[in-house]
């Protein structure tokens, strides 16, 4: 069957039941003209009579009776599926994938992961946790989770998290027995605890702002780590200085068990984005993932500024 003829059994099932021309036209959206030119195709095409016109009436023949039995159940069907798809529009479902930071990850992504699931349980979402940028679209991502210096090009990004701040720490022994730097330059007379990323050959360099005024420094100590967990852990336990993103410590800061040190050459800077290709058109359940990131950034940025 040509795919054309679809339509033209469609309109033969308006006809046999509105049995008129005229109101299955009206039903249709088309000229009554049209509509009896379409069946006497039909009827050709076939070689049947399907329908038996009177001045007053139109009605199936015994073939057109044999029709519409195979067709109803038919066009009932599709008439189901494409109300199935209807819901999925209604009821979004499918799977977003998702390469981030541990970091984002757990204080940023997942609460918004939480809720979206749980309102909607036919969106899966998939969360990658890598250390490295990842080429999103070589790897089939749907977005990715960055910091904003860190984002690449030919790319759709949407802020979703507050602005961040660093933090260097100790705890108040070592700081007892070493003395406290006031200065980003001190740190060479410390031991610091380093962080080395997954995969990087390089040590993190500790960066530092204040007034406007950049600074980078590499820093030397006994232990290196590519856990923040274990730093903060080497740090309370008396074994030098520390540096990550606040709110990683911001617990032991409050208790006492840790302090700050050089704070005021910690500046908040800008915080994560949500990136994806622009040529890309978002389904509706990253749509979902998409609103909900926001409204957390929003709630994050109100409550900041309220702080």
């Not at 349980?121 to 070589?138: F, H, K, M, Q, T």
């Not at 702002?209 to 950049?214: C, L, Q, T, Y």
């Not at 005021?264 to 994560?272: A, R, T």
Request: glycine content about 6%.
């Amino acid at each position: 069957m040509r795919r054309e003829e679809l339509g033209s059994l469609a309109m033969f099932m308006a006809v046999a039941e509105e049995r008129s021309f005229t109101k299955a036209a009206a039903r249709l959206g088309i000229s009554q003209s049209a509509l009896s030119h379409a069946m006497r195709r039909l009827e050709a095409r076939l070689g049947l009579r399907l329908l038996t016109r009177t001045t007053r009436s139109v009605a199936p023949t015994e073939a057109g009776e044999r029709l519409i039995e195979t067709l109803g159940p038919a066009l009932n069907d599709i008439d189901q599926k494409l109300a199935a798809l209807t819901e999925l529009r209604e009821k979004p479902a499918g799977t977003v994938r998702i390469t981030a930071g541990a970091h984002a990850a757990r204080k940023v992504l997942w609460p918004a992961i939480e809720r979206v699931t749980t309102e909607y349980p036919d969106v899966r979402i998939e969360v990658s946790v890598d250390a490295e940028l990842v080429d999103i679209v070589a790897e089939r991502f749907d977005a990715g989770v960055r910091l904003g210096e860190r984002l690449e090009q030919d790319m759709i990004a949407v802020p979703i998290s507050p602005r961040l701040r660093m933090a260097a720490f100790a705890s108040p022994g070592y700081l007892a027995a070493w003395g406290t730097p006031t200065s980003p330059y001190e740190l060479a007379a410390h031991s610091c605890i380093n962080l080395r990323f997954a995969g990087s050959r390089a040590l993190y360099s500790w960066e530092f702002e204040r007034d406007g005024k950049e600074l980078k420094v590499k820093t030397e100590g006994q232990l290196v780590f590519n856990d923040v967990d274990l730093i903060a852990q080497a740090a309370l336990a008396g074994r030098g200085i520390g540096f990550m993103l606040e709110d990683h410590v911001l617990d032991h800061l409050a208790s006492g068990r840790l302090v700050r040190v050089l704070e005021e050459w910690c500046e908040p800077f800008d915080g994560y984005y949500l990136y994806y290709p622009s040529r890309r058109q978002p389904s509706p359940a990253f749509q979902l993932v998409l609103e909900a990131l926001r409204l957390r950034a929003r709630i994050g940025t109100q409550h900041a500024a309220g702080a």
